[in-house]
């Protein structure tokens, strides 16, 4: 069975780092678009960043701009998130997702992980 699994997820000070990892399962993630989604407790889903297969990046929260990058290890068949200087707000379940036109304009993903959980202490 094709799925996606996120991993990395933890309980980390603010200001501190964090590098989530995406890798497929029987699903080659480099033929598609992945982006990493974030959802914090009462508030909905938003889209953080995404990486085509020609490894274009958009990133769609400005809060996490210089913090946060996303790359592939086509031989690991994972895409990753690092993200740096952490803050209380970043606090979220990631999930990251495939896209089968490998687009990053719309944020309309067609396969979804189970997420992993980022907490951030003050």
């Known amino acids: 069975q094709s799925r996606i699994v996120e991993s990395g997820g933890d309980l980390v000070q603010s200001g501190g780092s964090l590098k989530l990892s995406c890798k497929g399962s029987g699903f080659v993630l480099s033929y598609y678009a992945i982006g990493w989604f974030r959802q914090a407790p009462g508030k909905e889903r938003e889209g953080v960043i995404c990486?085509?297969?020609?490894?274009?990046?958009?990133e769609n929260v400005d809060s996490v701009k210089g913090r946060f990058t996303i790359s592939r290890d086509r031989a690991k068949n994972s895409v990753y998130l690092q993200m740096n200087n952490l803050k209380p707000e970043d606090t979220a379940v990631y999930h990251c997702a495939a896209d089968l036109n490998d687009s990053c304009e719309d944020w309309e993903f067609d396969y979804w992980g189970q997420g992993t959980q980022v907490t951030v202490s003050s």
């Open positions: 990486l085509t297969r020609r490894d274009g990046i958009t």
